[in-house]
């Protein structure tokens, strides 16, 4: 550019172009959409982010519909888990002996086939729990082979330095899925009804078969021997998380914060006793929202933090304030306090998701991506619901918002412990 140009540019314009840096620096970054494999990727994420919630709002309520039992929903939910952690521990297994993309065509192919039978099932009236539960099982089932390749396949769609950003994209539109959602199943269920609801989910399940089938080939790398997806190649990922502390330690950074402080268990609880004042139904949708909302929240604001080098400490620091947040809105009278801490919670959660998803894809090998995020896809499903148990067990005996409060303050003081006690994980940087 011309010196003499840019010395004549108007006074009150160069403070705007500032200004228009300065925001820019804490909006989304967005530099992964430029590369179109991965844009491809997060397009199909997109798209069926908010289908695969109408399915998740759609089986509980039909077996509801059904039985008339909250007991058989929570079964049915449970029928899901097993299948889910055995087929993501082996996914990421075969994720590391096949081509990735050839693996999410076959699962994702499956997963809407699955949404198709679910429509089938219901169209024709069959009502039956346990067609609805077996079917369930086989689509955690295809879920549990589908997450590892996916997310083991960023790390070779966009350079290290963009992996936080390209982790935060994604867990973004996962987090509006969840929110947005339940919202429209809960509009359209009166409309169209719960067939309906399948049917949409399958249709967009092919835009995302589409999409993938778009990508390019993703094989193990030549420099990579050749082996066989089994319990031997599941045992050498547990192995390999044990050499490499730093990995040990991501995984263990969620477990201390879901775990102990996922507090959703006691929600209904709190609605009913504590915030009964506010309106019980408004108070349950705005504690279940609350923390989705301020992850999309913290998503949408994550160009600085997605930049930072020192990923370590942006774990442990993110635990830190999802615990605090957690204790406050245990102390929190208020229904409006109460949604602001697990607003913030929320925001930590992302940060915290978007690091250790960093991590694992930074400091593994390619050749072992697909292991490592098969077992962080175990830990995402599993501490929640290990968190449901403990939470409601402890709500019972010492109540609601003692239990609440008092894990988060675990939270912060066994993170913490660990960080001091284990200092891999806070050396951690790229």
């Not at 695969?52 to 899901?80: C, E, F, H, N, R």
């Not at 959602?181 to 009804?193: E, N, S, T, V």
């Not at 309906?196 to 094989?219: G, M, N, S």
């Not at 909302?293 to 997605?306: D, P, Q």
Request: contains cysteine; hydrophobic residues 55%.
């Amino acid at each position: 550019m011309d010196t003499s140009e840019s010395s004549t540019e108007p006074q009150a314009e160069a403070p705007a172009r500032a200004r228009r840096r300065g925001w820019r620096r804490w909006a989304m970054d967005t530099r992964p959409l430029r590369r179109p494999a991965y844009r491809r990727l997060w397009s199909s994420t997109v798209v069926t982010a908010v289908g695969s919630q109408l399915t998740a709002v759609a089986v509980p309520k039909q077996i509801y519909d059904i039985t008339g039992s909250s007991a058989w929903v929570g079964a049915a939910s449970l029928a899901g888990l097993l299948p889910l952690i055995v087929f993501a521990l082996w996914g990421g297994a075969v994720a590391d002996t096949m081509d990735r993309r050839k693996l999410l065509l076959i699962t994702n192919t499956g997963i809407a086939v699955t949404s198709l039978l679910f429509w089938a099932q219901a169209v024709t009236g069959l009502e039956s729990v346990g067609a609805l539960m077996v079917l369930l099982a086989v689509q955690q089932a295809f879920w549990g082979l589908n997450a590892p390749a996916r997310s083991a396949s960023i790390a070779r769609l966009v350079p290290e330095d963009e992996l936080p950003a390209a982790n935060a994209l994604g867990s973004t539109v996962m987090q509006t899925g969840q929110v947005a959602g339940p919202l429209l199943a809960g509009a359209l269920i009166p409309l169209i009804g719960l067939p309906e609801l399948y049917l949409i989910d399958a249709l967009a399940l092919c835009v995302t078969v589409w999409a993938v089938y778009r990508l390019p080939a993703l094989p193990p790398r030549a420099d990579t021997a050749p082996r066989r997806a089994g319990v031997r190649e599941v045992v050498a990922g547990f192995r390999y998380i044990a050499g490499h502390t730093v990995l040990l330690l991501s995984f263990l950074a969620d477990i201390v914060a879901m775990v102990l402080g996922m507090p959703r268990a006691l929600f209904p609880q709190l609605a009913a006793e504590t915030y009964a004042p506010y309106g019980e139904g408004l108070a349950l949708g705005l504690l279940f929202a609350a923390i989705p909302v301020g992850a999309v929240a913290g998503g949408l604001f994550s160009g600085t933090f997605s930049r930072a080098r020192r990923h370590g400490w942006m774990v442990i620091g993110a635990v830190v304030v999802w615990g605090a947040a957690v204790a406050g809105f245990g102390l929190s009278d208020s229904l409006w306090l109460a949604v602001a801490f697990l607003a913030v919670a929320g925001v930590a959660d992302m940060v915290s998701m978007v690091f250790r998803g960093a991590i694992l894809l930074s400091a593994a090998t390619d050749e072992m991506r697909g292991r490592m995020q098969g077992v962080f896809t175990v830990v995402v499903a599993g501490g929640p619901r290990l968190a449901d148990a403990l939470h409601g067990g402890a709500g019972s005996a010492f109540g609601p918002r003692t239990a609440v409060a008092g894990g988060g303050l675990l939270v912060v003081v066994v993170m913490l412990a660990l960080a001091a006690a284990v200092p891999a994980l806070r050396r951690y940087r790229v």
